[in-house]
């Protein structure tokens, strides 16, 4: 099956840069992808990584090693308001339905 | 387009009763999911429908059913609510042509079984 494995909590200073690590196992492995969740809120979708490298979409950025199983998100420039969950997830192994990791809470504080 | 919809908002069960989850997305979406979310657990898969007319099992699908009523509707059954049914259940939607594969979720409905 499908796991992922990500830090629960991480916290940071408004400005500064953070990076939330997931490390995964799959049987198949189609992308890794993230998700942000704020409190009382529903997951939105961030960025998806099929290939490795990095991908940059403004303060945010995703990196995936598929010879790691591992990937990253970066947060640069935090603000308050990037105060929430976020998700890394990996599709099962049919490819039709997303598997998430537990969670990383992110607080930030000026 | 208001995406995908979910009802109720907010439930309360007794042990031993049944409700039924309501979702609907009007994005023409293929796939449709259900998941539960409990602190410190992250998003569970419950049941999912990769396309009309097929359901399939995730993670947790014990003590709930599914029914994909057509394209656009997709509902969570408990026949016999639990206490450790209390969760917030999200529902979600996937169109099978994108590439990066996003899923868009619900508001979410908030459930306690006492």
């Known amino acids: 099956g499908q796991s992922l494995e990500q830090p629960s909590e991480v916290t940071a200073v408004e400005g500064a840069i953070v990076q939330i690590n997931c490390t995964y196992q799959?049987?198949?492995?189609?992308?890794l992808s993230w998700y942000q969740q704020h409190d009382g809120g529903a997951p939105t979708f961030l960025s998806y990584?099929?290939?490795?490298g990095l991908e940059e979409t403004g303060r945010f950025s995703s990196f995936l090693s598929r010879s790691d199983s591992y990937g990253y998100l970066l947060l640069q420039e935090l603000q308050m308001k990037d105060s929430a969950s976020y998700f890394c997830?990996?599709?099962?192994?049919?490819?039709?339905?997303?598997?998430f990791g537990k969670g990383t809470t992110l607080s930030v504080s000026s | 387009n208001a995406g995908v919809t979910q009802t109720p908002k907010f439930q309360v069960l007794k042990t031993g009763q049944s409700m039924t989850l309501q979702c609907a997305q009007d994005?023409?979406?293929?796939?449709m999911y259900w998941y539960r979310q409990d602190p410190g657990m992250g998003l569970r898969l419950i049941y999912y429908s990769a396309s009309e007319g097929t359901t399939d099992k995730g993670e947790v699908p014990n003590g709930y059913n599914v029914s994909r009523l057509n394209k656009r509707e997709f509902s969570l059954r408990l026949e016999s609510a639990a206490p450790s049914q209390t969760s917030v259940y999200f529902c979600?939607?996937?169109?099978?042509?994108?590439?990066?594969?996003?899923?868009?979720f619900g508001p979410g409905t908030r459930l306690t079984v006492t």
């Open positions: 990584n099929a290939l490795d």
């Open positions: 997830a990996v599709l099962n192994q049919a490819g039709t339905a997303l598997i």
């Open positions: 799959t049987s198949g492995f189609y992308g």
């Open positions: 994005m023409n979406h293929n796939s």
């Open positions: 979600a939607s996937r169109d099978l042509g994108t590439e990066n594969y996003e899923q868009y």
